[in-house]
């Protein structure tokens, strides 16, 4: 089992957040539910860029489970994919950092993303897994394809 690093202390690599920062993001955390970046981010203390380098980060030693629409897709980093990358490796970009690019693969199109994109890309890749039809559906809309 794989324990990662917890967001607050990769995001404090990132920014300069003190423990009062960190009292007070968990506080509200505990009030509304969101997640430590996004009260985070509320509260001023990081931008969203930030965010993305930290969750970079977290996800190097696991593949995360997503849900592409809690997640979001950056529509910058759908540019740095060819479409036809995209289409024969099931694959979507969804964050960027000057030197990462995380994309989202279905567990089924996982094995060859990871053998075809590394080869294709000029940033370290990270892999996150989401359901097939959210990756065919998000293909399909910011690739203005239909794959039906």
């Not at 000029?122 to 399909?140: D, G, M, T, W, Y």
Request: aromatic share 4%; proline share 2%; with cysteine.
């Amino acid at each position: 089992m794989v324990v990662s690093t917890k967001i607050g202390q990769l995001l404090s690599r990132h920014v300069n957040l003190s423990n009062h920062d960190i009292d007070e993001i968990l506080c509200e955390q505990s009030h509304t539910q969101k997640r430590f970046g996004d009260v985070a981010m509320s509260l001023g203390l990081c931008s969203a860029q930030d965010i993305w380098k930290a969750w970079c980060e977290q996800i190097k030693d696991s593949i995360e489970h997503v849900n592409l629409h809690e997640l979001g897709i950056d529509a910058q980093s759908v540019a740095l994919l060819s479409r036809e990358l995209a289409v024969k490796c099931t694959a979507i970009p969804v964050r960027s950092t000057d030197t990462h690019l995380v994309i989202a693969t279905s567990e089924a199109g996982f094995d060859e993303a990871a053998v075809q994109l590394p080869e294709a890309m000029n940033r370290r890749l990270k892999f996150v897994i989401a359901p097939h039809e959210q990756i065919i559906s998000a293909i399909e809309a910011y690739y203005q394809i239909s794959l039906s």
